[in-house]
């Protein structure tokens, strides 16, 4: 099988997985394993979290997490010309469908660049490979931000971007295939455990 296939037939598996553990599971709820955001949320910082669609880990928890800590939080849209970027509410709070279909911030919404990115996933591994839903837009939204300029008047790099998986244990998955675009995962938090590669 080659790559292609091969991610594919994962995904059939573990969305599978997913939507029967989604279905079993009273309690929708669940709380952070444990809390390591320490130094990675504070006031100021824009983490990046996205609405949940179907059987996929609600990220709530850690968004409750980061505004307590006074951080702001910033959603994805799908543009018109196919790329994925992240915004903050605007003044008027509005949601619109993006052109995946997924709820995200309206017209008025600001762009940003996150801090910390919650990512969703359909599977991972604990090296930090993700698997998404195909599109490519979180490693090319990524790619992107990765390009942008230093802010005005500082000598100093941006820090890197933290991206943080977001998954029901049972999206884990042996070492999966990784293509040369690929973005690995720095940290994956589950209902079960917060796993570091
Ligand atoms: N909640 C959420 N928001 C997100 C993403 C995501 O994966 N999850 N995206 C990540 O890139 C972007 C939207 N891209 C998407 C690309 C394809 C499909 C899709 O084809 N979904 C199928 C399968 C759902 C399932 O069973 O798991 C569907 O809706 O039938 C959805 C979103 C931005 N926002
Ligand atoms: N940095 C990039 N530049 C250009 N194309 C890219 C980049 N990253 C990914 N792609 C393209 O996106 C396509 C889908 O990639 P992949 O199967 O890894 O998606 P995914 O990470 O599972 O999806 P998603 O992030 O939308 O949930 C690939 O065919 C690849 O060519």
Known sequence: MNQLTD???????????????????????????EDRFGQM???????????????????????????GALATIA????????????????????????TANMLAPG????????????????????????LGQGGGHYDRAIAALGQLPAPEHTAIARPPIVRIGIAWSV?????????????PLDHIITEQEWITP
Do not use: N
């Open 171 to 183: 999206q884990e998955h042996p070492p999966l295939p990784r293509d040369p675009w690929d973005i």
């Open 75 to 98: 959603y994805p849209r799908v543009d018109a010309d196919g790329l994925m970027r992240f915004y903050t509410f605007g003044p008027s709070r509005s949601l619109c469908r993006d």
């Open 7 to 33: 991610k594919q037939a994962i995904r059939q598996i573990i969305r599978q997985r997913r939507r029967d553990f989604f279905g079993a599971r009273a309690g929708k709820q669940w709380s952070l394993p």
């Open 107 to 130: 017209k008025d919404a600001w762009l940003s660049r996150p801090d910390v990115i919650l990512l969703p996933l359909v599977a991972f591994d604990r090296t930090g490979t993700r």
């Open 41 to 67: 949320l504070d006031r100021g910082t824009i983490l990046a979290s996205y609405f949940p669609h179907g059987s996929e880990a609600d990220p709530e928890p850690v968004v409750r997490m980061a505004l």
